[in-house]
């Protein structure tokens, strides 16, 4: 049996081929310790200039790696603010120091290393006049959110609607996506502006739910647009409740009159009862005669079946 050197050949030149790229992605895979949770992108419109805010979760998933974090930010950034979130008995939101980052080329150099297994939270703060840039991912993340007011719209290959949320009364469109890997780009362009949108006044960081987009739609082209919704609903409410109290009492008001109306014809009922005993005992005296208490006692026997039947129907009703 002959052995072909070339086949050989080839097969260990694959193998070779096969196993380096299996190792080069585990080792690119195991030197990927740093990841971003979450990153949250608020973009605001305010006498037309973008206000940005950046919320980034970064967390070390290695017990000795330390190393720099970096952001990227859009061309024609400024006005940058970085700070950190503290997380012991309270939280805590703090600037942080010049000297522990560098900007060049739109892009943001952090010198606050974390330690192996902890997470930190920092946010960025910017303006900008023009908001169109293709971001891209320097590390893996699990989600990221891009929300834009209403009146705001917003383009993006990567990220895909998620409905409306509400933060301190302002509505969002939520844009987003999750499990992207690092080097993946996403594109961020305001399309067109109805106005300036809905300026927000407080951290926006906040729990509340998320509204359906044909809700707030419906809502948007009624002739209340203008007015405060949640005024409409306490309203809505206190009218409910008005119509509820005012139909109990009605239905008190008839069965308080039902009530007096059996009383009263229980005693009509007594009485004719009585006026028959009288009229039979009568007759028994002789004090009048038959066909006088034949007459008398079958007018009473109506009369008596009349509301004895009436008892009945306001019994049964």
Do not use: C
Not at 118 to 139: G, H, K
Not at 222 to 239: I, K, M
């Amino acid at each position: 049996m002959k052995i072909n050197k070339g086949k050989i050949l080839w097969i260990l030149i694959l193998f070779f081929v096969i196993s380096f790229s299996s190792t080069a992605t585990f080792w690119a895979q195991e030197n990927e310790k740093v990841k971003v949770e979450e990153q949250l992108i608020l973009i605001n419109n305010i006498d037309g200039q973008f206000e940005i805010k950046e919320l980034y979760q970064f967390t070390n998933r290695d017990e000795s790696l330390q190393e720099d974090l970096i952001i990227n930010l859009p061309e024609g950034a400024e006005n940058i603010y970085i700070s950190k979130k503290e997380f012991g008995d309270e939280e805590k939101t703090l600037e942080l120091e010049s000297k522990k980052y560098t900007i060049k080329d739109n892009q943001i150099t952090i010198t606050e290393n974390i330690s192996g297994g902890q997470s930190i939270s920092l946010l960025v703060f910017y303006t900008i006049e023009n908001l169109q840039t293709l971001r891209t991912l320097n590390y893996p993340t699990d989600q990221v959110y891009v929300l834009v007011p209403l009146g705001l719209n917003l383009e993006s290959d990567l990220l895909h609607s998620s409905g409306i949320k509400v933060l301190d009364e302002v509505h969002f469109q939520v844009f987003g996506n999750h499990d992207l890997k690092k080097g993946e780009e996403f594109l961020l362009r305001i399309i067109s502006s109805a106005g300036e949108g809905e300026k927000v006044t407080k951290e926006y960081m906040s729990t509340t739910g998320f509204h359906s987009v044909s809700h707030l739609t419906r809502w948007a082209d009624s002739p209340l647009a203008t007015t405060n919704p949640h005024l409409w609903l306490v309203f809505l409410f206190l009218l409910g409740l008005g119509f509820l109290f005012f139909t109990l009492f009605l239905l008190r008001t008839k069965e308080d009159k039902k009530t007096q109306d059996i009383v009263y014809l229980i005693a009509k009922q007594e009485r004719l009862l009585r006026r028959i005993g009288d009229l039979d005992l009568k007759r028994k005296n002789e004090e009048i005669d038959q066909k006088t208490h034949e007459e008398l006692r079958k007018q009473y026997k109506q009369l008596l079946i009349k509301v004895k039947l009436r008892i009945q129907s306001l019994g049964e009703g």
